[in-house]
């Protein structure tokens, strides 16, 4: 048995093993690179350490993809076989991979909500379970989560400036934008590396339309972001939303090519269907040119990791990042082959994801790949009636906000105005500041004058 820095048990005689898990937990909870090489370091010190086991099994369930099913069970089977002599929570988070290898993703954040009832400062818990509400949509959920072991913390705590990080975010999301941007800039000013809490206040400043502040806020603090895994190319995503309020097309089609989907990126070669990056570049590109900027050829380079999430329902939100990609390339006949994929999966799930599939992700592609074939009445006969549910298949409001876009868009073209003297109040509900004043709301607030 040894001790982490941090005051938990971690069931492994081996002291080198203990060293590399820490840094491991360190490396998950600052966004660093090197996660896997930590985690695979403690094993090759100890292959029966529980929480290494655990850990790598529940950051591999945390990509999203069904190509790591195979490894994620391996990690269960490892880390279910030295459950009898593990720590009390040790076991919890063996419990919580069991439940997201088997997509019971509200049963694990449960699980880690248990944990946390224990060990309020357990950061680990803290960043995982708001990992999986948040793709979830339960904003709300998230707040609570953290507010609830805020008594526990104090200034003077290790991983202080990383809860402060995770509470500004819940509390972004559920629209306390005065806390959230307080905490966030409390957690960036103890650990200016600290990339979550940089993210949480672009939040803040995107959807409350301070666009300059935002960018001297990224631009500021982008130094501080070598070493970080594939955050760092939503952090400059982050970037390119404020630009694009700035009319600063040229630059955000340079951060694009740079920083936010760069082939020879070491983190593109090494995963290059991580699907936050998807995410990213699909929607960046769709913004640009709903904004009647060319973005040339970049669609195509995109082509094959969007058609990879045909039949994996692993990530709601992504797959309809991916149909529109599809679209984009006018593959319609594989960005069909997806939508019925997503059916088949939500036919057979009744659980979070089958929920995501069926409330959010069908509604949302079926759209995107109307509005690429210009027919704006199939993009408001999908997305009307769907608009207020968008929430269930995760993604934050900026994130979810291309939608929207989209159903503003083909509602502007086709001169709807009594929809949008809807659509756009509910867009200012949603915590969106300004509306009348963002670059792609502007002609359509135009026609209600």
Known sequence: MQIDERGFALTTGSAEAAAHLQRAVHSFNH???DLMAHLDAALAADGDCVMAHALKGLAMAGGRNRRFRPMIEESLARARAGMADASPRERGYVTALGHMAADRLTDAAATYEAILLDHPTDILAHRLVQQELFWIGEAGWMRDVAERAAPAWSETMPDYSLFLSVRAFGNEEALNYADAERFGRGGVEIDPTDAWGAHAVAHVLIMRGRIDDGIRWLEGLSGNWAGKNQIVHHLWWHLALFLLERGDHDRVLALYDSDIRNPDSPLVQAVPDAYIDIQNAAAMLLRLELRGVDVGDRWRALDSVAEARIGDPA???????????LAANGRFDKANDLVASMRDAAA??????????????IPASAPAIAHRRDDHDAVLAALLPARRQLWHMGGSHAQRDIFVQLLVDSARRLGRADLLSIL??????????????????????ALLN
Do not use: C, K, Q
């Open 315 to 325: 990530s709601p939100f992504t797959n309809a990042h991916a149909a529109m990609i």
């Open 348 to 361: 057979t799930d009744p659980g979070p994801l089958g929920i995501a599939l069926r409330a959010a992700a």
């Open 424 to 445: 756009l109040p509910e867009i200012t509900d949603v915590g969106f500041a300004d509306v009348p004043g963002r670059t792609l709301y502007r002609d359509a607030a």
């Open 31 to 33: 966004w660093d690179a």
